[in-house]
Nanobody, 115 residues
Framework: QVQLVESGGDLVQPGGSLRLSCAAS????????MGWYRQAPGKQRELVAV???????NYADSVKGRFTISRDSAKNMVYLQMSSVKPEDTAVYYC?????????WGQGIQVTVSS
């Protein structure tokens, strides 16, 4: 079993920055990949970024060059550094992990980009 808990969501102005954190607990040594998804009101959940234990990353086109995903395997943490945020980045952000043929999700955290 894997538990994922997000933190760092907030209200941020357009053009600002925010860092989301996800703490993994349980059987975490082989959670791979880990990443972030988001869901805006009235829209489907979509991939934001994922990272594997080797450090390879994949980003949605809409966030490339603005968001950076990173992972601290020793601390069982994954981060999403969000920069130059836009109103369309407003969504509930979910931490994601894959382990032993199962997908795991955090409870979600709200990010609102507004002036």
């Amino acid at each position: 079993q894997v538990q994922l808990v997000e933190s760092g969501g907030d209200l941020v102005q357009p053009g600002g920055s925010l860092r989301l954190s996800c703490a993994a607990s349980g059987t975490v040594f082989s959670v791979n990949p880990m990443g972030w998804y988001r869901q805006a009101p009235g829209k489907q959940r979509e991939l934001v970024a994922v990272i594997n234990t080797g450090g390879s990353t994949n980003y949605a086109d809409s966030v490339k060059g603005r968001f950076t995903i990173s992972r601290d395997s020793a601390k069982n943490m994954v981060y999403l550094q969000m920069s130059s945020v836009k109103p369309e980045d407003t969504a509930v952000y979910y931490c994601y992990g894959y382990h032993n043929f199962r997908e795991y999700w955090g409870q979600g955290i709200q990010v609102t980009v507004s002036s």
